[in-house]
Structures are given as structure tokens and as C-alpha cells.
């Protein structure tokens, strides 16, 4: 290479940036789809900073100029500011408590003027950058319980603070860092435990009460009953199993409807309910739904419904960018943002959907091929939480827009419209190509 080669481009892995540069471009065609309005000139229209699309185009100029600034940076700066920048997001998080704004029943935006920025998509970079500094360091032991609960506080602390402000769906997002920590070491019995919580919730919600915690108790017995020569020999193995099967009856009656009733939100319960196609306990109200009360909050399969006619519309190879029917005259609420894969299974059928998910697919690949090939713990460690980060919200936002999974509200990267969201997955994806440009450095 020579060397008078411009410094930004050497080493940089320039086909992360072509891709980054694809979704960006279908995300702003997709919500130029959307929004645009007959009879609106075109260019005078993306120039004028009134539209959603150009409001986006914008964005991207912006978080384009933050990536070349990203790439011309030293790659120490960020293992030497790791802990400062998680000490910043954590600051922005507890500003939001005094200075928020309520928007769409969120308590997670601070505005500014006419700009809204959203302090707990910031703080997945904050978090992303600490874990690495953390699990990076020569004297983590993450063998050790102590090194995984404080792992555990990195990631879970910015999600109890997205509680608190009423935005669950982003509080979820945090948990993906547990991959990361899978990756490097975190016991499998501790995802197991996980998996096994969450099929207990979902037990709890397809079974009546009495009766979950009477199979409970039966498998109980049964597990005594195998292991009755464990228990002759130790006393202790009986009261691990009666340990356990008091905290899975305890989940079940008394720390899942705790949730429901406190922690998530009305519509979110009743997305949730509606899912599994029952009835919510929570609030009496069915889970299949009338359509004269589907667009009150509460109500929320009339998003899914209309999500999944216009993706079923498109067909396989879809209206044509500017002929859809139902994401153009606002049958999908949210289409924009929460919805925005409708509007391209609608526009492009089931070809365009998959090309998507394909590039998306090819992304994330493309991503654990890099940190495979770090020599740095720290760039290792933060291209696999990257990876998790984008793999939660490709994943869970398809599954939520097709039915799949309940409506939790978080943004599908580079496509969904906002600011704070292009900004903040364009600054983890460039933070890691300029580490990854410096991949024969060992980095702490």
C-alpha cells in the first residue's frame, strides 16, 4: 500500500460502508414512499427540510460527517474514553427525568427546539464501548461470579433507567449484550436458566394459574423421584429442587402479573396477550379485537393486521415504489418508523424483502468475520456487541411487523425514520471499522 494513501481509507473495510451506504439509501426511498405527496416537486421537496425524507436525508449528512470524523480518529481514543462515554450516556439518561418531553406515550425524549433526541438509543454505544473496556481488561477474570454481575450491571443499568422512562422496547435491546457475554465466556447455564424463564412466562400466559403450578409441581415430584438416590446421599439436592420449584411458582403467580400490572405498559400487555391470541386479565379486554376500537391504545393488533395486508399486497414482486395502497394512505400507522419493512414488502413483495434481509444477513456476517479477526480483546468484544445490537433489532422488528413477536416499538437500523437512531447505529458501525482498521493493534 502506499504511503501516500489517504489516512481514512487505510485498512478501513470498505465494504461495510458500501452496505451501510445501501440500507441508508432504502431507507430513505422507503420513507420517500411513505410520505411523499402528488404533485410536490421532487428535489425542491428533498431540500427543504419539511418532509420526513428529507428531514432524513439530512440526518444522514449529519451522521455521515460524524463517521468521517470517526474514521480519522485515533483507535486508542476510544479504549482511553470507553468509561467516560458509558459515565456521559448514563448522565443523558438521568437528564431525561427532569427535562423530558411525553411523545407517544414515551417519557424517553428530550427536545430541543424542533429536534427530539432520545438519550437511551445513545447509551447502546456508552454500553458497547464499557463492556469492551470491561472485558478486555487483564485482570477480568470472567470465570468469576463477580466479573459477570458486573458485566451484567454495564448492560442492565441503562435498561432499568428505559423502564423508569416508560420505553420497555429499549429497555430489551440492552439484554442482546448477554450474547457478547456468552461469546466470552459466560456459563451456558445461565442462558439456559434464561430460555427457561421465558418459557415459564409464556406458560403463565397460555395456562390458567392453578393449573401451571400444579405441572409444576408434578414435574417436581417427578424430578424427586428420578433423583431420589442423589437425594438419600445429600439432603442439599432435595432443597435445590424445592428451591427451585418455589421460584417458578413464585414467577408465575406472583412476579409476572407484578410486571404486567407494573412495570409494562397497557398497550404492550395487550399486544403481548393479543399475540398468544388470549384474553388479557390485566384490563378484561379480548385479545381478538373488534375493528371499530382498533386504533385506541389498548388495541394494538390493528397495526400488526394492516402491517401484515400490506406486506401480503406486494405479492413477490410488489406495487412499485409509489402504488402502494395501504402504507400510502396511512392504513399502517407507524409505517414510517415501528412498520417501515411493510412499506418495502408492499412496494417490492416478497423479492424486495428478501434482498433486504439478504444485505441485512450479509452485514451481520460481514461483522463476525471482522472480529474474528481482531488481535484486540476490546475490538473483539465490541464488534460482537454490534453485531448483537443490529441482530435484536433486524430481528425482533421483522417479527413484530409480520405478527410474530409483540409490538415493542424499536426501529429497524438505517431504514426506520428518526435522527437519534441513524446517528447512533451509524456511530457503532464506524467506530468499528476504525478499530477494525487497526486490527494488528492490541488495543486496552
Same mark, same amino acid.
Given at each position: 500500500?502506499?504511503?501516500?494513501?489517504?489516512?481514512?481509507?487505510?485498512?478501513?473495510?470498505?465494504?461495510?460502508?458500501?452496505?451501510?451506504?445501501?440500507?441508508?439509501?432504502?431507507?430513505?426511498?422507503?420513507?420517500?414512499?411513505?410520505?411523499?405527496?402528488?404533485?410536490?416537486?421532487?428535489?425542491?421537496?428533498?431540500?427543504?427540510?419539511?418532509?420526513?425524507?428529507?428531514?432524513?436525508?439530512?440526518?444522514?449528512?449529519?451522521?455521515?460527517?460524524?463517521?468521517?470524523?470517526?474514521?480519522?480518529?485515533?483507535?486508542?481514543?476510544?479504549?482511553?474514553?470507553?468509561?467516560?462515554?458509558?459515565?456521559?450516556?448514563?448522565?443523558?439518561?438521568?437528564?431525561?427525568?427532569?427535562?423530558?418531553?411525553?411523545?407517544?406515550?414515551?417519557?424517553?425524549?428530550?427536545?430541543?427546539?424542533?429536534?427530539?433526541?432520545?438519550?437511551?438509543?445513545?447509551?447502546?454505544?456508552?454500553?458497547?464501548?464499557?463492556?469492551?473496556?470491561?472485558?478486555?481488561?487483564?485482570?477480568?477474570?470472567?470465570?468469576?461470579?463477580?466479573?459477570?454481575?458486573?458485566?451484567?450491571?454495564?448492560?442492565?443499568?441503562?435498561?432499568?433507567?428505559?423502564?423508569?422512562?416508560?420505553?420497555?422496547?429499549?429497555?430489551?435491546?440492552?439484554?442482546?449484550?448477554?450474547?457478547?457475554?456468552?461469546?466470552?465466556?459466560?456459563?451456558?447455564?445461565?442462558?439456559?436458566?434464561?430460555?427457561?424463564?421465558?418459557?415459564?412466562?409464556?406458560?403463565?400466559?397460555?395456562?390458567?394459574?392453578?393449573?401451571?403450578?400444579?405441572?409444576?409441581?408434578?414435574?417436581?415430584?417427578?424430578?424427586?423421584?428420578?433423583?431420589?438416590?442423589?437425594?438419600?446421599?445429600?439432603?442439599?439436592?432435595?432443597?435445590?429442587?424445592?428451591?427451585?420449584?418455589?421460584?417458578?411458582?413464585?414467577?408465575?403467580?406472583?412476579?409476572?402479573?407484578?410486571?404486567?400490572?407494573?412495570?409494562?405498559?397497557?398497550?404492550?400487555?395487550?399486544?403481548?396477550?393479543?399475540?398468544?391470541?388470549?384474553?388479557?386479565?390485566?384490563?378484561?379486554?379480548?385479545?381478538?379485537?373488534?375493528?371499530?376500537?382498533?386504533?385506541?391504545?389498548?388495541?394494538?393488533?390493528?397495526?400488526?393486521?394492516?402491517?401484515?395486508?400490506?406486506?401480503?399486497?406486494?405479492?413477490?414482486?410488489?406495487?412499485?415504489?409509489?402504488?402502494?395502497?395501504?402504507?400510502?394512505?396511512?392504513?399502517?400507522?407507524?409505517?414510517?418508523?415501528?412498520?417501515?419493512?411493510?412499506?418495502?414488502?408492499?412496494?417490492?413483495?416478497?423479492? %424486495?424483502? =428478501?434482498? &433486504?434481509?439478504?444485505?441485512?444477513?450479509? $452485514?451481520?456476517?460481514? *461483522?463476525?468475520?471482522? !472480529?474474528? #479477526? +481482531?488481535?484486540?480483546?476490546?475490538?473483539?468484544?465490541?464488534?460482537?456487541?454490534?453485531?448483537?445490537?443490529?441482530?435484536?433489532?433486524?430481528?425482533?422488528?421483522?417479527?413484530?411487523?409480520?405478527?410474530?413477536?409483540?409490538?415493542?416499538?424499536?426501529?429497524?437500523?438505517?431504514?426506520?425514520? %428518526?435522527? =437519534?437512531? &441513524?446517528?447512533?447505529?451509524?456511530?457503532? $458501525?464506524?467506530?468499528? *471499522?476504525?478499530?477494525? !482498521?487497526? #486490527? +494488528?493493534?492490541?488495543?486496552?
Amino acid at each position: 500500500m502506499s504511503r501516500n494513501q489517504p489516512l481514512i481509507s487505510k485498512g478501513v473495510d470498505t465494504l461495510m460502508i458500501w452496505l451501510y451506504l445501501l440500507l441508508v439509501g432504502i431507507g430513505i426511498l422507503a420513507i420517500f414512499a411513505v410520505t411523499y405527496r402528488e404533485g410536490d416537486p421532487v428535489a425542491g421537496s428533498f431540500l427543504s427540510f419539511k418532509t420526513d425524507y428529507s428531514k432524513q436525508l439530512f440526518y444522514f449528512v449529519l451522521a455521515a460527517i460524524i463517521g468521517v470524523f470517526i474514521l480519522v480518529t485515533d483507535s486508542k481514543f476510544f479504549t482511553a474514553t470507553a468509561n467516560i462515554w458509558y459515565a456521559f450516556g448514563i448522565l443523558l439518561m438521568l437528564l431525561v427525568f427532569p427535562f423530558h418531553s411525553n411523545v407517544k406515550g414515551t417519557e424517553s425524549i428530550i427536545r430541543f427546539g424542533g429536534f427530539q433526541f432520545q438519550p437511551a438509543e445513545f447509551c447502546k454505544v456508552s454500553v458497547c464501548l464499557a463492556l469492551s473496556k470491561y472485558l478486555s481488561r487483564p485482570d477480568t477474570d470472567f470465570t468469576k461470579g463477580r466479573s459477570q454481575l458486573i458485566a451484567a450491571a454495564i448492560a442492565i443499568s441503562p435498561a432499568l433507567l428505559s423502564i423508569l422512562q416508560s420505553e420497555t422496547g429499549l429497555a430489551l435491546v440492552y439484554f442482546a449484550f448477554f450474547l457478547v457475554m456468552y461469546r466470552e465466556g459466560l456459563p451456558p447455564t445461565i442462558l439456559v436458566i434464561g430460555f427457561s424463564v421465558a418459557v415459564l412466562v409464556i406458560a403463565t400466559i397460555l395456562m390458567e394459574p392453578n393449573t401451571l403450578a400444579i405441572i409444576l409441581t408434578v414435574i417436581a415430584g417427578l424430578a424427586a423421584w428420578v433423583m431420589r438416590r442423589q437425594i438419600r446421599r445429600r439432603k442439599s439436592v432435595l432443597v435445590s429442587l424445592v428451591a427451585i420449584w418455589l421460584l417458578c411458582v413464585g414467577i408465575q403467580r406472583f412476579a409476572v402479573p407484578f410486571i404486567f400490572q407494573n412495570v409494562l405498559q397497557k398497550h404492550q400487555v395487550e399486544r403481548i396477550f393479543t399475540l398468544f391470541g388470549k384474553e388479557n386479565p390485566y384490563t378484561g379486554i379480548p385479545g381478538e379485537l373488534v375493528e371499530a376500537g382498533a386504533k385506541k391504545e389498548g388495541v394494538s393488533d390493528y397495526n400488526v393486521k394492516q402491517s401484515k395486508i400490506a406486506i401480503g399486497s406486494g405479492g413477490l414482486l410488489g406495487k412499485g415504489l409509489l402504488n402502494g395502497t395501504q402504507t400510502r394512505y396511512d392504513f399502517v400507522p407507524e409505517q414510517r418508523t415501528d412498520f417501515i419493512f411493510c412499506t418495502i414488502g408492499e412496494g417490492f413483495g416478497f423479492v %424486495g424483502t =428478501t434482498l &433486504l434481509l439478504l444485505i441485512y444477513l450479509f $452485514l451481520l456476517f460481514r *461483522i463476525v468475520i471482522v !472480529a474474528e #479477526r +481482531q488481535r484486540s480483546a476490546f475490538s473483539r468484544v465490541y464488534a460482537y456487541g454490534v453485531a448483537s445490537v443490529f441482530f435484536f433489532h433486524i430481528g425482533i422488528n421483522v417479527a413484530m411487523t409480520v405478527g410474530l413477536a409483540p409490538v415493542i416499538g424499536i426501529p429497524l437500523p438505517f431504514i426506520s425514520y %428518526g435522527g =437519534t437512531a &441513524l446517528i447512533t447505529f451509524t456511530i457503532l $458501525l464506524f467506530i468499528l *471499522i476504525r478499530l477494525d !482498521a487497526d #486490527r +494488528q493493534m492490541v488495543l486496552r
